[in-house]
Structures are given as structure tokens and as C-alpha cells.
């Protein structure tokens, strides 16, 4: 299976090589990185454009929108043409949508250059679960996404405070600038870096549709799960990360570098959470590691709420609360992917861009509820439900997948 890699790109006896691990996380470090860099500024740009919560989250909802319709054919284009062509594209479209967004003179021509951006930001994810596949044993799958998940937590850890810091100096535009340069030195680590992981004796995997493959994937339970398990917890955080600058700056009168903090301890929750899932999956099976998930899941979500429902928080007590959500989103998320990835060697690409639709299409669902009910309490509420719905999921039975076509 790894052969045909350079030695430097060869698996280790633990997992992923480490030029694969590092470019992996720096791949998947795109979404957190482009969506968590102007959370703070979010106010600002509202402001500037004189829209109200819904019409700044037009901006976040056009890059997930983007990202969530590009995993149609991406995914194909990696099984057809290969990992590194794929990502180098996308990344090199990405840098250009990037610099017209911070240029863009109307919030309609900023949307757009979102939707593009998010469109392109999606070969990061989508190839760098396929590395994963293509590269490592299936039963070190969980535990290999753990330890990348883990490196790209520096992404959402560091984001907000990087993004508050260049809206200081430039405001909502040079935070989004952040992004130009995220994409161009990604650019060049990969031209440098990245080997052609396709498996060269996989064959016929380009000639699958989408929805073919869609059909295939889907006869399997694990699959299903996989898919659903990562729609209703990515739908927790993406309400949050959507509205919560409005709860948190506008409704509580939170700082923005108050503010700041609870998005960055939320990343320190989910560093935390594949740190402990590199350790869980030594001993568990991921789809236990899954339901140990679920209980931090729904404490996390349930306890801001009746904080919130009780009256005005503090934004300590606030980022207290909130942690054990993180914690089980850094558990949870590698886990799903591996488990709805694992039956599908013959067409890793596809199958890891299902698992992004349902993400997206799952983050972007409960994200307009919270907005359309005017966020507010709204979100912890919706953040809540989505997290019921998870553990709902992660304890439906996962039955041996069937042999691949």
C-alpha cells in the first residue's frame, strides 16, 4: 500500500508518517482558520456594512456553502487525477479568492469571494482525510486523524486572537488578509512537501459518480453514522461560531478580547480531546471513543444554556462551561471520519467528500435556525438540540460493513 511513497512520506509503526501528518493538519487547518480569523470582527464588519446578524452571517454561510458544494466533484478529481494536483489547485484558487475578498468594495462582491474561497478551501479537508486513507493501516485510521486533528488545533486556537490583532491594525479587512497569507505559504509547503499518495493499483474509482458513490457508501452503516454523527456536532459549533460574537460582544458586553478567549479556550478543549482520543484509541474501538464523546457533547452545550438562562455570565464562567463540548468535538470528530472512511479504500476521495457534505450541510442547518430565531439564547438552545441529536446517532448500532464493490 505505501510503497510507492518517497521514504520521508511512508507510514510510521504508530501511524502517519510526519510530513504527511503536518501537511495533513495544515490542509484541514484551512476551514477552522478561515471561519474562527473574524469572529471578533464580525461586529465590525456588520457595522461597516450596516447589516444586522443575518447579514453578516451571509459571509460565513456563502464559505460554507461553497465548501459544502465543491465536495461534489472534488473528491472524484482526487480519485481521478490524484491528491497532489487537487490540493495545489484548490490552494492556489483559494490565495486569489482570499485577496478579493479583503478587497471586495460591497458586502454582495464579499460574499461572493467567500463562496469561491470556500469552494477551493475544500480540496484542504477532502485530500488530507484521503492522505490519511491512502497511507495508513484501517485500524490506525482513528488514531492517525487524532494525532493530525491534535496538530490543527493550533488553526482555531490560534485564529481569534490573530484575527483581533490585524482588525486592530486594519479592521475586518485585515483580519480576512490573515487568510492570503495562510493560503500562500500552505501553497508552498505543499509544492515542496506533498507526495502523489493515490494507490496506483486502484482502478475504476475516477469512472464513479458522485452520486453512484453516494449509493455505494451509503449501503453501509458505518457510513451513515459517520455522516450524521458529523452534521449534528459540526451544527453545534458552527451555530456558535456564527452568532456567538453577537451574544458574546453585543447582548453580555463581552470585550472583544473577552470574546477572544472563549473562542480560544474552545480550541485548547479541542487539542485536548484528540490528545485523549490518540490515548483512548490504544485500548477502544472508535466508535466507544464516539460514545464517550457523546456525554461531553451534551454537557457542554447543556450547560451554557441554563447559565445563560439563569442571567448575565461572566466570560470565564462562560468558557468553563463550554469546554467540555470542545473536548468532545476533538473526540468525536476524527473517530466519525474514521469510521464512515474505513470500508472505502477503493474510493477514499468520494467517500471523504460525503463525510464533508454531511458536516457542512449539517453545521449550515442548525447555524440558520440560531440565526433565525435572532440568536441570543437561540444559540446555546440550538447547540443543545444538535447535541442530543448526536449521541442519538453515535449509539445506533454499527454492524460489520458488507465487502466493497
Not at 50 to 61: H, K, N
Not at 246 to 257: H, I, N, P, T
Not at 273 to 284: N, W
Not at 351 to 372: C, D, E, N
Request: hydrophobic fraction near 55%; include cysteine.
Amino acid at each position: 500500500m505505501t510503497s510507492h511513497l518517497p521514504p520521508s512520506a511512508r507510514p510510521t509503526a504508530d501511524g502517519a508518517s510526519p510530513t504527511i501528518t503536518h501537511l495533513a493538519a495544515g490542509m484541514l487547518g484551512l476551514l477552522p482558520f478561515s471561519t474562527d480569523v473574524y469572529l471578533t470582527a464580525m461586529v465590525d464588519l456588520g457595522r461597516d456594512f450596516q447589516v444586522e446578524v443575518g447579514g453578516v452571517q451571509r459571509t460565513m454561510l456563502a464559505f460554507t456553502f461553497g465548501f459544502a458544494l465543491a465536495h461534489l466533484f472534488i473528491g472524484r478529481l482526487a480519485d481521478r487525477f490524484g491528491r497532489r494536483p487537487v490540493a495545489l489547485v484548490g490552494i492556489a484558487v483559494y490565495l486569489v479568492a482570499a485577496v478579493a475578498a479583503v478587497t471586495a468594495p460591497s458586502l454582495d462582491l464579499l460574499v461572493l469571494a467567500r463562496f469561491v474561497q470556500g469552494g477551493a478551501a475544500a480540496c484542504g479537508p477532502i485530500v488530507a482525510r484521503t492522505l490519511i486513507r491512502d497511507t495508513v493501516a484501517p485500524e490506525n485510521g482513528g488514531r492517525a486523524l487524532s494525532k493530525v486533528g491534535a496538530i490543527f488545533a493550533v488553526a482555531p486556537l490560534a485564529a481569534p486572537f490573530v484575527g483581533t490583532f490585524a482588525a486592530g491594525l486594519a479592521g475586518w479587512r485585515g483580519a480576512l488578509g490573515t487568510l492570503a497569507i495562510y493560503g500562500a505559504v500552505l501553497l508552498v509547503a505543499l509544492w515542496l512537501r506533498l507526495p502523489e499518495t493515490r494507490p496506483p493499483n486502484v482502478h475504476g474509482a475516477e469512472r464513479v459518480t458522485i452520486l453512484r458513490a453516494l449509493a455505494h457508501c451509503a449501503r453501509t452503516r458505518a457510513f451513515v453514522v459517520g455522516c450524521l454523527a458529523l452534521g449534528a456536532g459540526y451544527g453545534a459549533l458552527y451555530a456558535w461560531l456564527t452568532t456567538s460574537a453577537f451574544l458574546m460582544v453585543d447582548r453580555l458586553g463581552y470585550s472583544k478580547v473577552e470574546a477572544s478567549w472563549v473562542y480560544t479556550a474552545g480550541a485548547v478543549g479541542f487539542l485536548l480531546g484528540g490528545v485523549i482520543a490518540m490515548r483512548l484509541t490504544r485500548r477502544l474501538i472508535p466508535r466507544h471513543v464516539l460514545r464517550i464523546a457523546a456525554a461531553a457533547v451534551v454537557v457542554g452545550t447543556a450547560g451554557p444554556l441554563a447559565l445563560l438562562l439563569s442571567g448575565h455570565v461572566h466570560w470565564a464562567v462562560l468558557l468553563v462551561a463550554l469546554l467540555p463540548y470542545y473536548v468532545g468535538w476533538g473526540l468525536a470528530q476524527p473517530m466519525a471520519t474514521a469510521i464512515g472512511m474505513r470500508p472505502f479504500p477503493e474510493m477514499a476521495g468520494q467517500a471523504s467528500a460525503w463525510l464533508g457534505i454531511a458536516q457542512q450541510v449539517g453545521g449550515m442547518a442548525f447555524a440558520v435556525v440560531a440565526a433565525s430565531l435572532g440568536g441570543g439564547l437561540a444559540t446555546p438552545a440550538i447547540m443543545t438540540i444538535a447535541a442530543l441529536v448526536f449521541t442519538a446517532v453515535v449509539f445506533m448500532p454499527v454492524q460489520k460493513a458488507p465487502p466493497t464493490a
